[in-house]
């Protein structure tokens, strides 16, 4: 908010100032100052004051809108439990992806690796487990024999 500052006790007097909105009533409620209003749109002030305003700004407001990538094309990693996901947006078009394709950047490449790759060794253990499982499963497939077969072809009633 801009003020005048109109009491004359005050060292501020004559000034005129940009201060925090609820401060600034405060002020004006108190008799300090004035609140400076914004020049009609078609007088030629209105211009200059637009300038005064936008030097004000340091950034972004939160109710601005964020522009889109510049090519269109946004990219992400989502990791919901064990499952890595990258994520394509594409004109408002949202893709899952179970790995990075080919025109994917290379810190997306990167980071899903990160993901994908979260433990190593226990990644490596359960392919060890898993190996064990099946020299298990083929171990008592060998030692039934033909008789496994015989009896998933023809049912285990003899003829």
Known sequence: MKVKFT????KKFGTT????????RTLIALGECEEVCAPLRTSPDWLAWRKEQDALRTGPSIYDTVPSAPNGIEWGIKQTGKKVLV?????????????????????IVQQFLDAAAKDPEANA???EAAKRKQQEQDRTDKSLGNRTVMAALFGSKPL
């Open 125 to 127: 253990v359960a392919i």
């Open 87 to 107: 994520l394509k947006k594409v004109d408002g078009q949202l893709f899952f992806l179970d790995g990075p394709p080919k025109d994917a950047p290379a810190s």
């Open 17 to 24: 100032e940009h201060i925090e909105n609820t401060t600034g």
């Open 7 to 10: 009491n004359p006790n005050n």
